[in-house]
């Protein structure tokens, strides 16, 4: 049996009962380490068993792979992606924030308004596209061929803003208001564009933060809201704008995916698309329980009208240019997200049209 198996990789195991017969009839010539910071309660987890399951079945044992949720291997973005740079970690999933450090035209999926929702969001991030052609391609090239890209999933839905004071229904109800943001250039730029403060605050420290009013707001989802109790803390307004989606990047280390022949390859890359179909939908129930949640305890949950969600795009429309001009690769990336939301868009409305025909 594998060494070192924490307790989530075992529990993992044991939900993915079909993978124990898989591994008892092969014999393992593969092992992946695959970790996420996060905790069992998230999407990154939820895509994790399945990527785990489908695996060590499909490779008929040949793959054994090992969770680490948490922070065993590697506590942030910088030092988790040199792990799996080093080979020392063969799977991370990140946020755009959590990277944009290393890989700073990610940010690109921070980037406000640009997809109307999940169905044009999926379309445009499956893999294949232009878009996630030109990712991997510029996420290879600036790591010198060391770290793959292999999919982008989804963890925690839709970007909203939320915060501690009052109904926000047009960007003017954002004037002076101290929303937190990661340490990225893109998420304070945005939040400045719409009138607020921008305030870097580690996400461990937010529920304090609340209490004490060193911020007032936040871009979260609603099922990260719920999750970490931020209501309990006083954020009491929730406006659905779903300015940016939520994408979780989920990152290789390409020599050791590429040291497994082709079969095996052709298992992991099966995987991971089973893994981002997972990621996509876990939010989507989620979500259901979370918004009641945050309704029955007194929570303002307020949906911009069309022409509401037109003005705040209008607002953050510099956002576009600053991230063209200093993001290095910026231009190129927004294009080809533009692109490929273009060409999701078109394939999307003939699919309903036929549909209603």
Excluded at 275 to 286: I, V, Y
Excluded at 300 to 321: G, H, I, Q, R, S
Aim: hydrophobic letters at 45%; proline letters at 4%.
């Amino acid at each position: 049996m594998l060494k070192g198996l924490t307790t989530a990789a075992l529990a993992a195991t044991m939900l993915a009962g079909t993978a124990l017969s898989a591994l008892a009839a092969g014999h393992v010539e593969y092992n992946i380490r695959a970790t996420a910071n996060s905790n069992e309660n998230d999407e990154d987890y939820d895509g994790l068993v399945v990527f785990k399951n489908f695996v060590e079945q499909a490779s008929n044992g040949r793959i054994a792979v090992e969770m680490f949720i948490g922070t065993q291997l590697c506590s942030n973005g910088a030092e988790c992606l040199q792990g799996v740079g080093d080979g020392n970690i063969d799977i991370y999933i990140s946020t755009s924030g959590g990277v944009s450090g290393i890989f700073p035209f990610v940010q690109v999926l921070d980037l406000p308004y640009l997809m109307a929702d999940d169905r044009v969001a999926e379309a445009a991030l499956t893999n294949g596209t232009f878009f996630m052609d030109k990712m991997k391609e510029m996420t290879l090239e600036m790591s010198g061929d060391t770290i793959r890209l292999m999919t982008v999933g989804n963890t925690g839905g839709w970007r909203n803003f939320a915060n501690t004071k009052r109904r926000v229904a047009s960007p003017s109800d954002m004037e002076g208001l101290k929303i937190r943001t990661v340490v990225a250039d893109l998420p304070q730029e945005l939040v400045k564009a719409l009138g607020a403060a921008p305030t870097p605050i580690p996400w461990p420290e937010l529920f304090t933060s609340f209490q004490t009013g060193v911020v007032e707001g936040s871009k979260n989802g609603i099922t990260d809201i719920m999750g970490m109790k931020f209501p309990d803390a006083g954020l009491q307004y929730v406006t659905l704008d779903g300015h940016a989606y939520m994408g979780a990047l989920w990152f290789m280390n390409n020599e050791n995916f590429k040291a497994m022949p082709a079969d095996l390859q052709r298992v992991v890359v099966d995987g991971f698309y089973q893994l981002q179909q997972a990621t996509f939908a876990s939010p989507k129930r989620k979500s259901i329980q979370a918004y009641q949640d945050f309704t029955a305890g007194g929570g303002d949950l307020y949906v911009p009208t069309p022409d509401e969600k037109a003005a705040f795009k209008e607002a953050a429309a510099p956002v576009y240019d600053w991230f063209k001009s200093n993001v290095d690769g910026g231009e190129a990336i927004f294009d080809a997200l533009n692109a490929s939301v273009a060409e999701a868009e078109a394939a999307i409305d003939a699919a309903r049209a036929a549909d209603l025909n």
